[in-house]
């Protein structure tokens, strides 16, 4: 599998090298698409963190600019975009929601964030959907006539709940269905696979849709005056932006 | 291949540090100072001064003195307006331009003034290796620090600042983080560091996990415009409400913001004036809509600098005085007084902290070290609030002022080195985006990636036919372009004619290791590259750097001619003093009659003379000549001297111990 070509010694080496096996050169990056394996990690959802880390540490040690200051233009071009490279890849790797996107981009399914912002309630969450929004229509008809805010903070809070229940639910689904992939990954049949990778795929556009309700909540929240004293984690954070996994070629 | 160097380009200070046998050093003058006062001076006669000289003329050439350019480092005239009303020196610029400022005739802009900063560096550096013996001691390239919280088109100022002084700079770095590696070389242990650093203009925070000699920065924020100029301001606008108002009847004319009071003999002596050709009602030059702060710069400045004494009081004390004699002001202020003044101004780094814990997906207690860095961290409510934010006392062992520069050094040392024991992995701390349909950014790097980071867009037209398409690179957090920071206006030529929506052209943003962004294009159905045109929103183009260039080129000659005569006077003055001093002691007849010989004390005299009338000219090797005979002529009555006072505490000691 000789895909990349050194422009130093002119030696093939195989698309997953950072080096050139021949005269040990630094490599100029290629079209490479595969976080797992740049890293040398096999496409597993469920990563050992440390061991991610360490990855990345000892390959930032290989490449980073810092040591290819007296090295010739096109090794320093090569550690530029190897660097940058590791880092979108580590970036990607290290949060596991865009750890599953870049796992199904790199297994040819289109990609879940295409679909964000479209009306398209998720099936699973219709019920929720449903019920929230004549909750909020009602809150907000009865602040414009004046009501109560701690009232109105009460009825959010509650009308908030059944979505918290289903966030939670809803990672534990993600966990079970990456643990599965990773058990299927050596025996399963294709169909098999597929399978897993629609499932993981449908869970991340309800995710998606999930944490705008509850931004929505937020917002309404926010409406009502001074922030609430209770801290929620994972909602006014949204974490690493995932963005970036779509974007490594 | 000269030497290399790092430097803390500071607000208010600035230093210069390299690495000697592995430890990092800072270079200083011969009184042992390592700071070089971040002050740039035009004379009367148009030369330079820079550094404690030039802040000596804060008091008595204001509108000719220029400190905290770095406040004004690519940034446009909109940005600073705030800042300029309070200045003695006159800002100005077009909208949407770079800040220029004015000194007389002379009209700079920020990365000039800096240059002048660095060349300063450059030169005591370049000094002191010569003095340490060593051939090659000429200074070529640098490390040079900024905020990490500096934007794209700040830090391109800061290293265009460098090319003007003649240094290449190897890097630009992050200031926590640079001050994380000095103090990472004595601890080479592991965890959570949080770097607290509020210097003279600026704050930034930055939670950084060390391991294996890696020190990753996880997430940064910060204020570009908050530090111990604030406090100052507020301190000295404290005064000002205090001050008689009769002192001030004389210049009441000037109060009015927009006053079109045009007096020439008092236009160079009045402190604020912003001039902007943003304003409707202004002419050629951009010379009115000024904004007149009621006194004249002077006085600011006296204020200015008694307020700053008062300050440094008030780190070890619990009151002291604020004094400005010229103006016949006394006022006593305890600590907490001056806490419940600046406290706003201190609380505003909470929310910055906050932000970079919850980036970092940290809590406060996961914090193992919390460190000072900046000189404002010397005041003891800033430290309180930083113990109570991360509930442990902070690290200072290192000295705030001087951590950074030798951070710098660290990290030059390890660029030219190769050794790969401490690795730096910085991160930028805005996202960057482009502006899209109905003004709204399309992010496409996030803040507090790692970088060398990088990002691709893909484009179309929208037109058949089209072969241009025009892209607006914005830094920020917000929503909407207009919010975020303009950094550049892009135009992609040389697309293939093809029917609207058909090209495919993909743009690649390239963030290097110095936090720069760098731009490519090319479309992929045709695989042509395109031109990008570059238009820096708030800085200078390569065209106009290569232009002051040439110029400080012709300038230089004058300015080490300045410099040189200013070290003449200098050491002509400590020569004098010394004589003088030896000349008026009440037994010098005595000593003069028992050791001197016969006509000493008349030649000494008559040197004396010669050097005094030597220094009221410009003439340098005269003073230098002068200098030399008035040493030569009193070599021998400084050994007398010596002697006695060798003899004299010989006999008190002995008298001691019988």
């Not at chain 2, 402190?271 to 006085?299: E, I, K, M």
């Not at chain 2, 800085?539 to 040189?564: C, K, N, P, W, Y």
Request: aromatic share 4%; net charge negative; proline share 5%.
């Amino acid at each position: 599998m000789t895909t990349l070509e050194c422009r130093n010694c002119g030696a093939g080496a195989p698309v997953d090298d950072h080096f050139c096996p021949q005269c040990s050169r630094i490599l100029a990056l290629g079209r490479h698409g595969d976080f797992f394996s740049f890293l040398g990690l096999s496409r597993k959802l469920v990563i050992d963190q440390g061991q991610l880390e360490r990855r990345f540490r000892d390959l930032s040690r290989q490449f980073h600019p810092d040591y290819f200051y007296n090295a010739s233009p096109s090794e320093r071009l090569a550690s530029l975009e190897r660097s940058s490279y590791l880092n979108d890849a580590y970036r990607a790797l290290r949060n596991p929601i865009s750890r599953i996107e870049h796992l199904l981009a790199i297994e040819g399914l289109p990609s879940p964030k295409s679909e964000n912002g479209t009306a398209k309630v998720p099936p699973a969450l219709l019920e929720q959907v449903f019920e929230l929004n004549e909750q909020l229509d009602e809150i907000r008809e009865s602040r414009e006539s004046g009501g109560d805010s701690s009232v109105l903070r009460e009825r959010l809070e509650a009308a908030r709940k059944p979505i918290d229940v289903k966030r939670e639910e809803h990672e534990r689904e993600v966990e079970a269905l990456s643990a599965r992939w990773d058990e299927q990954f050596e025996s399963a049949t294709g169909a098999e696979k597929r399978a897993t990778l629609d499932a993981l795929r449908e869970r991340l556009l309800e995710r998606n849709y999930i944490n705008n309700l509850l931004t929505t909540i937020d917002r309404e929240c926010a409406v009502l005056g001074p922030q609430s004293p209770v801290h929620r984690p994972g909602t006014s954070d949204p974490g690493p932006e995932p963005k970036s996994v779509d974007r490594g070629l | 291949m000269g030497k290399v160097v790092g430097i803390d380009l500071g607000t208010t200070n600035s230093l210069v540090a390299y690495v000697h046998d592995g430890v990092p050093r800072v270079i200083r003058d011969g009184s042992g100072d390592g700071l070089v006062p971040s002050v740039v001076s035009l004379g009367e006669d148009g030369t330079f001064f820079v550094g404690r000289e030039a802040q000596r003329r804060l008091l008595t050439a204001p509108s000719r003195t220029v400190y905290s350019v770095k406040r004004f480092m690519g940034r446009g005239i909109d940005d600073v307006r705030d800042d300029a009303s309070l200045l003695p020196f006159r800002v100005g610029g077009e909208p949407g331009g770079v800040v220029r400022i004015g000194l007389a005739d002379r009209e700079l802009t920020p990365p000039e003034i800096s240059a002048f900063v660095l060349r300063e560096l450059k030169q005591r550096a370049e000094d002191h290796f010569q003095e340490q013996g060593e051939f090659d001691f000429e200074v070529d390239r640098a490390v040079i620090t900024v905020p990490a919280y500096f934007n794209d088109a700040q830090r391109t100022a800061t290293r265009d600042a460098g090319r003007l002084a003649g240094l290449e700079v190897l890097r630009i770095v992050n200031e926590p983080t640079a001050a994380s590696l000095a103090y990472g070389l004595d601890r080479r242990d592991r965890g959570i560091i949080a770097v607290y650093d509020l210097g003279g203009g600026t704050f930034d925070i930055s939670i950084l996990k060390v391991e294996d000699g890696v020190f990753q920065v996880l997430a940064t924020n910060g204020d570009t415009h908050l530090g111990g100029d604030d406090i100052d301001r507020l301190l000295v606008e404290l005064v000002l409400a205090e001050l008689p108002r009769q002192n001030d009847e004389s210049k009441e004319q000037h109060d009015n913001d927009g006053s079109q009071k045009q007096d020439p003999s008092y236009a160079d002596e009045a402190a604020g004036q912003v001039w902007s050709s943003s304003r409707a009602d202004q002419g050629p030059g951009g010379a009115v809509g000024r904004v007149l702060f009621s006194r004249p710069a002077d006085q600011i400045q006296a204020i200015r600098k008694a307020v700053i004494e008062a300050k440094f009081d008030l780190s070890d004390a619990d009151e002291t005085d604020i004094r400005v004699d010229a103006l016949g002001y006394r006022r006593r202020i305890t600590r907490t007084e001056f806490e419940q003044l600046i406290r706003p101004l201190v609380e505003r780094t909470i929310q910055p902290v906050r932000q970079a814990l919850a980036d970092a997906g940290l809590e406060p207690s996961e914090v193992d070290e919390a460190v000072l860095v900046g000189g404002s961290t010397r005041v003891p409510l800033v430290r309180r609030l930083v113990s109570e934010l991360f509930g442990r006392s902070p690290h200072s062992e290192l000295n705030p002022d001087e951590v950074v520069a030798l951070g710098a050094a660290v990290q030059a040392d390890i660029l030219i080195s190769g050794r790969r024991e401490m690795l730096l992995l910085d991160v930028t701390p805005l996202s960057l985006g482009i502006e899209t349909m109905g003004g709204v950014v399309s992010k496409i790097i996030m803040r507090n990636s790692t970088i060398p980071a990088s990002g691709r867009e893909m484009f179309t037209t929208g037109v058949d036919n089209q072969t241009s398409v025009d892209i607006h690179v914005l830094q920020g957090e917000r929503e909407l372009a207009a919010d975020c920071r303009s950094l550049a206006r892009f135009k992609l030529r040389g697309i293939p004619p093809m029917p609207a929506g058909l090209p495919r052209i993909e743009v690649r943003f390239q963030i290097d290791a110095n936090g720069i962004l760098s731009v490519a294009a090319s479309e992929l159905r045709t695989s042509i590259a395109q031109t990008i045109e570059v238009k820096p929103s708030y800085g200078l183009t390569d065209q106009e750097v290569e232009r002051m260039l040439i110029e400080s080129f012709e300038h230089a000659q004058a300015d080490v001619d300045a410099r040189l005569l200013i070290e003449a006077r200098n050491e002509a003055e400590t020569v004098i003093n010394a004589t003088e001093k030896s000349l008026r002691r009440p037994d010098f007849a005595d000593i003069a009659a028992a050791d001197l010989q016969p006509g000493e004390t008349e030649r000494i005299e008559a040197a004396l003379a010669a050097l005094k009338q030597a220094m009221g000219r410009e003439d340098r090797d005269l003073i230098r000549d002068e200098t030399h005979a008035l040493n030569h002529a009193t070599q021998h009555l400084a050994e007398v001297m010596m002697n006695r006072g060798v003899r004299e505490a010989l006999a008190g000691k002995n008298v001691k111990d019988v």
